[in-house]
């Protein structure tokens, strides 16, 4: 039976777990490597990890904490973090990492994903979308972790990612970001249909029927979250978690 990828997204700073809300407050919540291995256990789909302050230190995401991922991790995984070069995602997929993800750098220089994506393989390439609504209408990109607003609208940058060979679009609503109460359905909408390519929902899941309606409603290819992957209960108690294949079956 099929049923989209549900991937727990993980933020990292410091080589540490964090999670956010509304790309702000980040909270140390554990050891990257002990949570590989309890999603494991889990067969979880795949992961996602993104270092979410290597662009504003002008750096790249550690490889000596993938490659230790890589060992650890029986499931695909993608990354991201400071990603600025052809060297960069070559480095990136030698330590095991199977899809590279890039955002600030593409926004600043879209033909780079064409040159990513001809070196590499689409299937290589996910491109990372940061979105905020405007004060009146309409959405807009931002960059380096939010701290940049662009003036670019998230649907047109979409379009133009796929053209330039893109073989994801990973989707975030900032507002939504850690507050687990539902992905923005009009955003991930327009963006799945815009594009050919599968995009990949983020921002804002708190129950698993918000991955049924990401995927039902907005069109999305697959979904992603972190804090309903790493909190548990009204106080936000830390606990490593993900639905059975049972929970997931009935919801798809």
């Known amino acids: 039976m099929f049923r989209p990828r549900v991937i727990p997204l993980l933020l990292l700073k410091n080589n540490g777990l964090v999670k956010t809300i509304k790309f702000k407050d980040s909270k140390y919540i554990g050891d990257p490597i002990n949570a590989v ?6 067969e979880t789909d795949e992961l996602i990890f993104l270092d979410i302050t290597a662009t504003k230190e002008k750096r790249k995401i550690s490889l000596e904490l993938l490659a230790k991922i890589a060992d ?11 990603i600025s070069s052809l060297d960069d995602i070559k480095k990136l997929i030698n330590t095991g990492v199977e899809k590279v993800v890039i955002n600030s750098y593409a926004i600043e220089h879209p033909e780079f994903i064409k040159l990513a994506s001809d ?10 979308i940061d979105v905020k609504k405007k004060m009146l209408d309409g959405y807009e990109v ?10 670019i609208d998230p649907i047109m940058y979409a379009e133009q990612c796929a053209n330039y060979g893109a073989g994801e679009i990973l989707i975030n609503s ?11 359905i009009e955003l991930i909408k327009k963006i799945s249909n815009a594009v050919s390519i599968p995009v990949i929902a983020c921002g804002g899941a708190g129950k698993l029927s918000d991955f049924s309606e990401a995927y039902y409603k907005g069109n999305a290819s697959s979904v992603a979250a972190g804090s309903l992957f790493v909190f ?12 059975s294949k049972e929970e997931l079956n009935n919801i798809f």
């Not at 650890?72 to 400071?82: L, N, T, V, Y």
């Not at 900032?174 to 923005?184: A, N, S």
């Not at 548990?232 to 639905?243: D, E, K, M, Q, T």
Request: hydrophobic residues 35%; charged residues 15%.
């Open 174 to 184: 900032i507002e939504r970001d850690g507050i687990m109460q539902g992905y923005d």
């Open 142 to 151: 931002y960059s380096s972790s939010a701290a940049k607003s662009t003036g």
């Open 232 to 243: 548990h209960g009204p106080r936000r108690a830390v606990l490593i978690n993900y639905p």
């Open 119 to 128: 070196t590499f393989g689409s299937s290589t390439i996910i491109i990372s």
């Open 72 to 82: 650890e991790a029986f499931m695909p995984f993608s990354a991201g973090g400071g």
């Open 37 to 42: 291995r309890i999603f494991n256990a889990k």
